[in-house]
């Protein structure tokens, strides 16, 4: 019999190709909330630029310098992804890389409106990476804030964090700064790894918007009061190693706790985003400034800003943060 036309195209017709499935749209940084540096308004998921210079642990004499053009992509990426805050400092280098001068080139030409940088001053290293001593003297300190204007290609810093090593009194080194906010060479001051008390000192002398410490996941667990007090002074608290805890500079180097691998499993997150989302959870005030490489981890540092923790998980993840404290 022979086949009916219709038949014939029934079977010689190719099945089309399967349509596939859109790529996801990255999560933005402003899913995370903004908060406000005085009169800068910045999204709570910024980047941190310690880790840009190199490959693997930072800050060390013989460090690898990563690909200039990967460090410019991620950077460019971050801004792609909503980040308007960047934290640096001009002690961030390795061996021909400068995470001022790859922000620069990454982003200056001219840089957006939005974009907060902000960064440091008072550490100090040689041209080997050595680290020298602290400074401590006017002269000094606006010597650094000029190499980070120099080296940024700005006029004017957006945030400057004095970074303090000890308990002495801080007075002479924030009101040098403070000078320098008034002649108009930094926006806004902040402090770093500064005790309560250190705060208060700075605060006479001029208005503090953000506050660097150390905190995270069992991370200082006794500067919960501490984090408590800048919400309720209208101050940032801007933690560091929020995700490598005990790692510190070197990265997360243990294995990761129970707690945060169940937290994580539950809403299909890594324990980085995990982290970085208790940081967030502690006061609209908390901001977050991952610093990464590699664009897929700032991708998912970024969308650590819209993951939800539920009563039961802060429960969990509380217990775990007072108990063993690194």
């Known amino acids: 019999m022979t086949a009916t036309t219709s038949d014939t195209t029934a079977q010689e017709t190719p099945a089309p190709d399967p349509v596939p499935a859109p790529a996801p749209t990255p999560t933005p940084a402003a899913a995370s909330g903004t908060w406000t540096l005085g009169d800068l308004t910045v999204n ?3 980047f941190g630029a310690m880790r840009l210079p190199q490959r693997g642990e930072a800050l060390v004499e013989n460090a690898v310098p990563r690909d200039r053009d990967e460090a410019i992509a991620v950077l460019r990426k971050a801004v792609e992804l909503g980040v308007n805050h960047i934290d640096t400092a001009a002690f961030y280098f390795s061996p021909l890389r400068s995470a001022n001068e790859l922000i620069r080139s990454a982003l200056g030409g001219p840089y957006p409106d939005d974009l907060v940088i902000a960064t440091k001053v008072g550490p100090a290293r040689d041209t080997t990476g050595a680290w020298s001593e602290h400074a401590r003297t006017p002269q000094a300190l606006r010597g650094q804030v ?30 040098a700064l403070a000078e320098l906010r008034e002649a108009g060479l930094v926006r806004h001051l902040g402090v770093s790894n500064i005790t309560p008390d250190q705060l208060a000192e700075a605060r006479t002398i001029a208005p503090v918007v953000c506050v660097q410490n150390m905190y995270g996941i069992g991370v200082r667990p006794e500067y919960e009061d501490f984090v408590r007090l800048c919400g309720e002074q209208g101050i940032a608290f801007v933690p560091f190693y929020a995700i490598a805890a005990a790692g510190r500079q070197g990265g997360a180097t243990t294995p990761e706790s129970p707690e945060v691998l169940a937290v994580a499993e539950a809403h299909g997150a890594s324990p980085a985003q995990v982290r970085i989302a208790w940081t967030l959870h502690q006061g609209p005030h908390l901001l977050a400034i991952p610093g990464t490489g590699d664009p897929a981890h700032l991708a998912a540092n970024v969308a650590a800003g819209a993951l939800r923790l539920t009563a039961e998980d802060l429960a969990l993840l509380n217990d775990l943060h007072r108990r063993e404290p690194a």
Not at 152 to 171: F, K, M, W
């Open 146 to 175: 000029e190499e980070n204007l120099r080296q940024l290609g700005r006029d004017h810093l957006d945030v400057v964090n004095l970074r303090i090593v000890g308990t002495d009194s801080i007075a002479e080194r924030f009101g």
């Open 44 to 46: 709570r998921v910024g």
